[in-house]
């Protein structure tokens, strides 16, 4: 089955600092990927996705691009503001019978003022 | 709202108690999950519907656990037995293509 690496949290930024966090998966295929993300007693919002090797999501400043050869993902924000505080999932997602999200055990990021 | 609706938010029960869960999913879509999630841990995947199918099931998924999903709509996940190690938050999910789309979630208790 698929599995996820992330980078060890938590991470503890001041606002305005440059963010990444690292993702590297096995994956049956060529998986899409994800990043999600997950505010205090919510479920997960989806933050951003690529379908195909070299293809960049990128939403809310957030960017991450689908690397083949290295099977990285890596979450980048150039800016991040305290609002951004949250965990962190990055998660794979395999066609035919393994079509299920994998997630790691998640980036908790905390940006202060 | 159409986004995907779980109920309820909150449930505290005794051990040993049975609980039901619901999950209503964006209209037309498809496909349709269950994960459970603990404190600092990542969702752990636990079955998923396509249509009224349940294609596969987890093997986190004791004979405790069933899930249905009647006619393609909406899903239930019962817990029989309750036992203090099913205390969690357990999301449900659905997609249509590449896209899942995650409710509230059902954060669990049992005393």
């Known amino acids: 089955g698929n599995s996820v690496t992330q980078m060890e949290g938590p991470v503890t930024l001041s606002e305005e600092a440059f963010l990444t966090i690292n993702c590297t998966y096995t994956?049956?295929?060529?998986?899409?990927l994800f990043w999600y993300v997950q505010y205090p007693g919510e479920g997960l919002q989806l933050l951003l996705k690529?379908?195909?090797?070299?293809d960049k999501g990128s939403n809310k400043g957030f960017e991450a691009t689908y690397r083949k050869e290295t099977t990285s993902f890596h979450l980048e924000k150039g800016s991040v503001q305290v609002s951004d505080s949250a965990v962190y999932f990055c998660?794979?997602?395999?066609?035919?019978?393994?079509?299920?999200?994998?997630f790691g055990k998640g980036t908790l990021l905390t940006v202060n003022p | 709202d159409t986004g995907v609706s779980q109920d309820p938010r909150h449930k505290i029960t005794k051990r040993g108690q049975n609980v039901t869960f619901r999950c209503d999913p964006i209209?037309?879509?498809?496909?349709l999950y269950w994960y459970r999630q603990t404190l600092g841990q990542g969702p752990e995947f636990l079955t998923y519907?396509?249509?009224?199918?349940?294609?596969?099931k987890s093997r986190l998924l004791s004979d405790r656990f069933s899930a249905e999903r009647p006619k393609g709509s909406f899903s239930t996940l019962e817990i029989q037995r309750t036992e203090q190690g099913d205390s969690a938050m357990y999301l449900c999910?659905?997609?249509?293509?590449?896209?899942?789309?995650f409710g509230q979630g059902t954060r669990l208790t049992v005393v």
């Open positions: 209209s037309e879509h498809n496909r």
């Open positions: 998660a794979p997602l395999s066609g035919g019978s393994n079509y299920k999200l994998t």
């Open positions: 690529a379908t195909k090797a070299d």
């Open positions: 994956a049956t295929g060529y998986p899409s």
């Open positions: 999910a659905s997609s249509f293509q590449y896209e899942a789309f």
């Open positions: 519907f396509q249509n009224e199918a349940q294609l596969e």
